[in-house]
């Protein structure tokens, strides 16, 4: 009777502990609940008592974002400097050539008009003033054209008037030509001066043109 009394009363005590552990570990489970929700660091639990540190310690490390290699290539390559390939080298310094005076067909050494003076060829009493004009004058191939021609011309006229010296008439008449002559190709030296064209009296003209071609 005894022993079933007790019994009847241990049971009502066994079950207010089970329920007492239940609303126990309830509460523990909504408050660890409640701090990860939170954020809060959780309490570290071992459940491996044999271990020697932690396993905290030998996790391994989540890499880092802000760290990563195309970040780090891209910061290298904008520190990096230019490479001499692809930058651009200044220009060497170029220096100031002399240039030459150029030289005009048209220039003559006496400073005169090239048609004046290819008319001096022939008005400047040839063949001495011819002579005198190839000594002075370097620079214009059309003038000493003229002044060859008229050197060689008159002195082979001078030569043909000495013939006939003693012939009075035909000396008049020879300087008439002479003197025509010398107009007209002192008028072909003026006009011929603008286009540089050589007017040729035959044989003697060919003779200066050689001339100035060895020269």
């Not at 220009?91 to 005169?112: K, M, N, R, V, Y």
């Not at 020879?174 to 009296?201: H, Q, S, T």
């Amino acid at each position: 009777m005894t022993d079933c009394s007790r019994s009847a009363t241990a049971t009502p005590d066994n079950n207010r502990q089970l329920r007492l552990r239940i609303i126990l570990a309830t509460s523990s489970i909504y408050k660890f609940c409640a701090t990860s929700a939170s954020g809060s660091e959780m309490p570290s639990m071992d459940f491996a008592p044999y271990q020697s540190s932690p396993p905290e310690h030998s996790r391994v490390a989540s890499p880092d974002f802000n760290t990563s290699a195309p970040r780090q290539s891209f910061d290298v390559a904008a520190r990096r400097p230019f490479s001499p390939a692809v930058a651009r080298s200044p220009p060497p310094l170029q220096h100031p050539q002399p240039q030459l005076a150029e030289i005009s067909e048209f220039d003559t050494s006496l400073g005169l008009r090239l048609d004046y003076e290819a008319c001096l060829a022939y008005l400047a009493l040839p063949p001495l003033g011819s002579i005198i004009l190839l000594i002075l004058e370097h620079n214009s191939d059309y003038v000493r054209f003229h002044a060859w021609q008229a050197a060689l011309l008159f002195t082979a006229i001078l030569v043909f008037h000495l013939f006939f010296l003693w012939f009075s008439s035909l000396s008049w008449l020879f300087f008439a030509g002479d003197m025509a002559l010398v107009a007209l190709l002192a008028l072909r030296a003026y006009r011929d001066a603008e286009v540089l064209d050589r007017y040729e009296v035959p044989f003697f003209g060919r003779m200066a043109s050689r001339i100035l071609d060895d020269e």
